[in-house]
């Protein structure tokens, strides 16, 4: 169905604001200040401010239940054994959870899924569209995201615990060198029976999927880089913490950073370090592929835009910020061609706004995905 979505400020990201229309056909931005034309309908914007839909990199939505920390409801991490790539989030995703109703009615409407940190290697990610009149196969943008790692704390209090294999940040290192090499002399077999585990660990290899790391501490960032460099793929830092203290480093590599979350108490020895300047410190540094994320439900996910908000208060740039939300996240999971700005040719996945997205004090109207109308605050009210 064709609409126009008319008088409204219009906030593409990727250039100019600007005041205008958009036409919408068959759930994508098909014009921009098209002419209106009789038959067709008309939305009007009312003067206010038009988004594109924003985006969660790193979240564990419908696998970590919000409102009970119970095992029945926990199936974000798998802590059998520190190594299992083989495991996906996708298995373990809760599509009725409350999480998706509250991202969504605060103007989220991609969701990139991983499971936990609580192993070395801990599986791969599924990115969804946010879309509640789509059947869950439906809602994939992209069934394999990322193979998520970890280090730090999580790993060693869980399998200090559990498997007993890990006591030191060194077994988590010597563990993932392990996996990797393993994964290389399988593939040396002439005679090998399938092991899916070790495809994958190839798959991140051959840079057919890329390592979202989770480190909080400098420490951690500069072993996942020797490791990376060693075997020679791809990385993404997610949470990275105490990247402020090292951002020269991040920067001359251009690493790709989701900071975050930035509203937890320093609840671990590993982010004592915190601090709300490090997306502007990472900024001034030099570092462009800047990403903010919640860790939902670390904290809710309704906090994304208050991040980028509170992130512009301690320096960083606006447009950054606003980049970190919406088109820097899409570009990490390979979905800018569809995603993350208001450009022709891309998904309608739009919000609605009474004020400016960064101003702390706004409240999402409207939600449109895939062009369709999928939350409407006036008739469903705020779910926080």
Known sequence: MKWILKNAIIHPVTSETFRGSILIDKGKIAQINPAERKGTKIFDGGGLHLFPGIVEEHCHIGTHGEKTNQTADQDTNEWSEPITPEMHALDGIKIYDFGFKMALANGITTL???????SPITGIGVALKNDPSLRFEERILIKESGLKMAFGENPKSVHSKTSKTIQTRMATAALIRKAFQDALNYEKKADKEYNRRFEILLRVLKGELTAHVHAHRADDIQTIIRIADEFQFKIHLEHATESHLIPEIIAQRQIPVAIGPMFTAKYKIEVNNRSLRTPAILEKAGVKDLSLITDHPVIPIWNLPIEASMAVHYGLSEDLALRSITINPARNLGLDHRI???????????????????????????????????????????VL
């Open 112 to 118: 990139n899924i991983f499971p936990g940190s609580g």
């Open 340 to 382: 993350g700005s208001i450009e022709v040719g891309k998904d309608a996945d739009m919000i609605l706004l009474d004020r400016e997205l960064l101003d702390p004090t706004h409240r999402v109207l409207y939600v449109w995905t895939n062009g369709t109308l999928s939350y409407d605050t006036e008739k469903e009210g705020m």
